[in-house]
């Protein structure tokens, strides 16, 4: 008995071991995701007080509501209107969305709902390697090719630093982004609603732009959504294809400014720190990141919004 009892106390004495050995290897772990976690959260803290309190300081010496109603970007001259740097991010925007809503819809639609297995497993993964070319690949294609070609064929008049051969080509650059998104909605419709409107009498076609569709709208939304903060982030296209021009209210076809090639300038430059050119860049970013964060917002309350659940 007293053998017995010895095994039984070292068998619970190397159970309670290994409990604690656990117990002390979660908590290790469980710091760590926190640590992580939090690290973040200030991370992006960090970057929104630094960038306010440089643009707080550049509205020292400029009128906000100059900076914010001015049509006029010409910081050597003293001339800080945001509007032309806007104007020209939107304009890349648009037409850069306008290429790959229905592109990357309609993509989306057939890999989800015509495609066969097979060959949807080999064409997803090669639709995003477009997600992989670097953008300043984009960028020259954009400058040597489109618009040569735009010249050569459709119009003759065009600037060769234009706004209409980046937002071609940075649309591509998004397709991959909201045919993936999209694609990744539609697919996780239910199969019974499909089921439902085949046995309706419902064509395949009918069933994928009645049914399936509004069921996945929410997540179609957030992918267009991020496609447009993508496009609005982006830097190499516009600052090599778009140029340096801020012009507010010009065509296409003529050189425009982005937010963010703005920013690529003057940090490449030798503009000095701490002047008010190069505070500028603070200025712009701040605009840059309330855009991108409206659009964030409404994407989460479209989500929530129209949200199907199943």
Not at 120 to 133: D, M, N, S, T
């Amino acid at each position: 008995m007293a053998i017995g009892a010895e095994g039984t106390r070292s068998g619970s004495d190397t159970w309670k071991r290994n409990s604690r050995g656990r117990e002390a290897r979660e908590r290790i772990i469980k710091f760590f995701l926190t640590a992580c976690a939090y690290l973040s959260i200030f991370t992006t803290v960090g970057i929104v007080v630094v960038l306010f309190e440089e643009t707080s300081r550049f509205f020292l010496d400029v009128s906000i509501l100059e900076f914010l109603t001015s049509t006029q970007w010409a910081p050597p001259q003293g001339e800080f209107g945001v509007l032309p740097l806007v104007y020209g991010t939107l304009m890349a925007t648009v037409i850069a969305i306008g290429v790959a809503l229905p592109v990357g819809l309609l993509t989306a639609i057939y890999l989800s709902e015509y495609a066969p297995r097979r060959l949807r497993r080999w064409i997803k993964p090669a639709l995003e390697i477009l997600a992989g070319v670097p953008t300043v690949v984009y960028g020259y294609f954009a400058l040597t090719f489109i618009t040569p070609y735009f010249r050569d064929s459709l119009f003759p008049s065009i600037e060769s630093f234009n706004a209409i051969s980046a937002g071609l080509i940075m649309g591509v650059m998004i397709i991959p982004t909201v045919a993936s998104v999209s694609e990744d909605a539609i697919y996780a419709v239910p199969l019974s609603l499909r089921e439902g409107a085949y046995a309706l009498g419902a064509t395949r076609r009918e069933t994928a732009t009645r049914i399936v569709i509004p069921a996945a709208l929410s997540g179609i939304a957030a992918a267009v959504i991020l496609g447009i903060s993508r496009a609005i982030g982006e830097t190499m296209i516009v600052t090599i294809a778009m140029g340096a021009q801020a012009n507010f209210g010009g065509s296409p076809l003529q050189g425009m400014q982005a937010m963010t090639a703005y920013i690529v300038q003057v940090v490449g430059g030798e503009t000095p720190r701490g002047s008010i050119t190069y505070e500028s860049i603070f200025a712009v970013g701040s605009a840059l990141f309330l855009m991108t964060l409206a659009l964030n917002l409404a994407s989460y309350w479209f989500v929530r919004r129209f949200r199907e659940t199943y």
